[in-house]
Nanobody, 116 residues
Framework: QVQLVESGGGLVQAGGSLRLSCAVS????????MGWYRQAPGMQRDLVATISSGGSTNYADSVKGRFTISRDNAKSTVYLQMNSLKPEDTAVYYC??????????WGQGTQVTVSS
């Protein structure tokens, strides 16, 4: 059974930083792409960043240059370093284990609130 547990969310002022973590149980972590998504109230869930099993990364245009996704295969953990945060980054952030052809496994989400 795969379980994903996010941590690190909170309240921060605009321009500040937060680091989100997502610990993944089970043996699937090292072989699959991991992603971070976010969902603001009344909005759809959007992709923020992905990192492949080999370490290749992709980012949404809105976070390029400000957010960095990374992974530690030894700890089965994926991170999202968020710098220069803006009020529009406020959302619930979800990590996902992305299994090609089989869909995503999701964490429970962690709230990030950026005050102006």
């Amino acid at each position: 059974q795969v379980q994903l547990v996010e941590s690190g969310g909170g309240l921060v002022q605009a321009g500040g930083s937060l680091r989100l973590s997502c610990a993944v149980s089970g043996s699937m972590f090292r072989f699959n792409t991991m992603g971070w998504y976010r969902q603001a109230p009344g909005m759809q869930r959007d992709l923020v960043a992905t990192i492949s099993s080999g370490g290749s990364t992709n980012y949404a245009d809105s976070v390029k240059g400000r957010f960095t996704i990374s992974r530690d295969n030894a700890k089965s953990t994926v991170y999202l370093q968020m710098n220069s945060l803006k009020p529009e980054d406020t959302a619930v952030y979800y990590c996902a284990l992305i299994v090609a052809g089989a869909g995503n496994y999701w964490g429970q989400g962690t709230q990030v609130t950026v005050s102006s």
